[in-house]
């Protein structure tokens, strides 16, 4: 089973890369617009965007989402994304660890915590992973494997159901996430991979007890598309299904529900990780930005990563937010 898996993560790396992949559908980040403040009263070189996440004083908020891993790609990979978070001092997410759990060759790819300096760091098991007898010791041994600050729960239905190798039975995820949630040693996370988490499925989540969501948003990467591709041509019917970033992140904000929210899915750049603060996520998560990074050297991601911690702070001297606080009430037209 864990050649089947490595095969799949290689194929998902390559056609990550294919502009297919990259969903058409608008993020709505344009209609989004900050009042610019033409009397900041602030020297730029002075501005603070560091953030708390997990307990742990990082830079930005910003963080490096989940990609790939175990594989000798990904393990590359990660090295890279882990030195450069060390190095600029922002949150790093795993990719699935499910092949860790199937076979231990692929261990290595995810033990990054030495590369690291305090970073918050972020386990990642798929949902089907941790429904059944077995679901919750999976769960915990992503956790002590990599020595994470907290874990990913990753729902993917539409994914699993578009693999030829999809695990579709789900009776028993709301279940797990519960039992999970109470007895894991560190915040669980619930996130999506790009397809969106809405209104009704995060009520349900914080009735089980999650403290945090990673909305995943419509807009960015489409896995639908990427399954699509690994066995046909052309579009897939699903490649721009869901709710996008910006309707989650407003109607759960809106709802006021006790949950930190995390904004990814199709942030590209400092001004939209900008205005994904401004709509209330805690964090903005990034991906696609740093796959070809990730693949070329450290020095390749820290570049686009102060390339992104450039750009917001930017947007913060024109609006006159001289903190991160500041910035979550800049006057804007939503």
């Given at each position: 089973m864990s050649v089947k898996i490595a095969h799949r993560k290689a194929e998902h790396l390559e056609i990550a890369q294919d502009p297919l992949s990259q969903s058409s559908r608008s993020q709505l980040w344009e209609q989004l617009r900050f009042e610019p403040n033409a009397l900041p009263e602030l020297n730029l070189s002075q501005i603070d965007s560091s953030e708390r996440f997990l307990d742990r004083r990082i830079s930005c908020p910003l963080l490096i989402s989940s990609m790939s891993g175990?594989?000798?790609?990904?393990?590359?990979?990660?090295?890279?994304?882990?030195?450069?978070?060390?190095?600029?001092?922002?949150?790093?997410?795993?990719?699935?660890?499910?092949?860790?759990?199937?076979d231990q060759s692929g261990e290595a790819s995810f033990k990054v915590g030495r590369y690291l300096t305090g970073q918050p760091l972020i386990a990642n098991i798929g949902a089907a992973q941790i429904i059944g007898a077995r679901g919750l010791d999976n769960a915990l041994r992503c956790v002590e494997l990599s020595e994470a600050s907290g874990l990913f729960v990753h729902l993917n239905p539409l994914q699993e159901a578009l693999q030829p190798e999809g695990d579709t039975d789900w009776v028993g995820i709301s279940d797990a996430i519960e039992a999970l949630v109470a007895r894991s040693p560190v915040p669980v996370l619930i996130k999506e991979v790009g397809h969106g988490i809405g209104l009704s499925a995060a009520r349900r989540l914080v009735q089980l007890g999650v403290k945090w969501i990673d909305v995943a948003g419509c807009g960015g990467t489409s896995w639908a598309q990427i399954e699509h591709s690994r066995h046909a041509e052309g579009a897939s019917i699903f490649a721009d299904w869901g709710i996008d970033t910006v309707t989650s992140l407003k109607s759960i904000t809106a709802a006021n529900l006790p949950v930190s929210l995390i904004a990814s899915g199709g942030l590209r750049n400092g001004l939209e990780l900008a205005k994904a603060i401004r709509l209330g996520g805690v964090l903005g998560g990034m991906a696609q930005p740093f796959l070809a990074p990730a693949l070329e050297s450290t020095a390749a991601v820290v570049k686009k990563i102060n390339e992104i911690k450039d750009e917001l702070r930017i947007v913060q001297f024109c609006t006159g937010s001289g903190d991160i606080a500041s910035l979550r009430s800049a006057p804007w037209q939503c």
């Amino acid at each position: 089973m864990s050649v089947k898996i490595a095969h799949r993560k290689a194929e998902h790396l390559e056609i990550a890369q294919d502009p297919l992949s990259q969903s058409s559908r608008s993020q709505l980040w344009e209609q989004l617009r900050f009042e610019p403040n033409a009397l900041p009263e602030l020297n730029l070189s002075q501005i603070d965007s560091s953030e708390r996440f997990l307990d742990r004083r990082i830079s930005c908020p910003l963080l490096i989402s989940s990609m790939s891993g175990g594989i000798e790609h990904a393990d590359k990979m990660n090295i890279h994304l882990a030195e450069a978070a060390a190095e600029t001092n922002v949150a790093l997410a795993l990719g699935s660890m499910r092949i860790t759990l199937e076979d231990q060759s692929g261990e290595a790819s995810f033990k990054v915590g030495r590369y690291l300096t305090g970073q918050p760091l972020i386990a990642n098991i798929g949902a089907a992973q941790i429904i059944g007898a077995r679901g919750l010791d999976n769960a915990l041994r992503c956790v002590e494997l990599s020595e994470a600050s907290g874990l990913f729960v990753h729902l993917n239905p539409l994914q699993e159901a578009l693999q030829p190798e999809g695990d579709t039975d789900w009776v028993g995820i709301s279940d797990a996430i519960e039992a999970l949630v109470a007895r894991s040693p560190v915040p669980v996370l619930i996130k999506e991979v790009g397809h969106g988490i809405g209104l009704s499925a995060a009520r349900r989540l914080v009735q089980l007890g999650v403290k945090w969501i990673d909305v995943a948003g419509c807009g960015g990467t489409s896995w639908a598309q990427i399954e699509h591709s690994r066995h046909a041509e052309g579009a897939s019917i699903f490649a721009d299904w869901g709710i996008d970033t910006v309707t989650s992140l407003k109607s759960i904000t809106a709802a006021n529900l006790p949950v930190s929210l995390i904004a990814s899915g199709g942030l590209r750049n400092g001004l939209e990780l900008a205005k994904a603060i401004r709509l209330g996520g805690v964090l903005g998560g990034m991906a696609q930005p740093f796959l070809a990074p990730a693949l070329e050297s450290t020095a390749a991601v820290v570049k686009k990563i102060n390339e992104i911690k450039d750009e917001l702070r930017i947007v913060q001297f024109c609006t006159g937010s001289g903190d991160i606080a500041s910035l979550r009430s800049a006057p804007w037209q939503c």
